[in-house]
């Protein structure tokens, strides 16, 4: 059963935008803290946005902070990453997971999506 979809990756320059999208299940959606993860080649999995959703509060990683905003849209079981000023180093297979602590600690998440793919280039 698949509970969360994540699209909207793709190839940009640096200082380009992107917008990642999450479709969850119901019961996925009706977590209190859904998040985004990335992990580029050779690395471990890191937090980049956590969202609390009945109260909308956010948290993000020190790395993103300022250029990338995590929101929801309740109407559509719906999480969003905008990413903006995009650097080369935020590389990496993007997830969207749920089922969390709101914490930033990847291991604290229970579902996943199967990723998608952004490439910034210099």
């Known amino acids: 059963q698949v509970q969360l979809v994540e699209s909207g990756g793709g190839s940009v320059q640096a200082g380009g935008s992107l917008r990642l999208s999450c479709a969850a299940s119901?019961?996925?959606?009706?977590?209190?803290?859904m998040g985004w993860f990335r992990q580029a080649p050779g690395k471990e999995r890191e937090a980049v946005a956590v969202i609390y959703r009945p109260g909308r509060a956010t948290s993000y990683s020190d790395s993103v902070k300022g250029r990338f905003t995590i929101s929801q849209d309740n109407a559509k079981n719906a999480v969003y990453l905008q990413m903006n000023s995009l650097k080369p180093e935020d590389t990496a297979m993007y997830y969207c997971a749920g089922g969390g602590d709101c914490s930033l600690v990847p291991l604290r998440y229970k579902s996943w999506g199967q990723g998608t793919q952004v490439t910034v280039s210099s």
């Open positions: 119901a019961s996925t959606y009706s977590n209190n803290c």
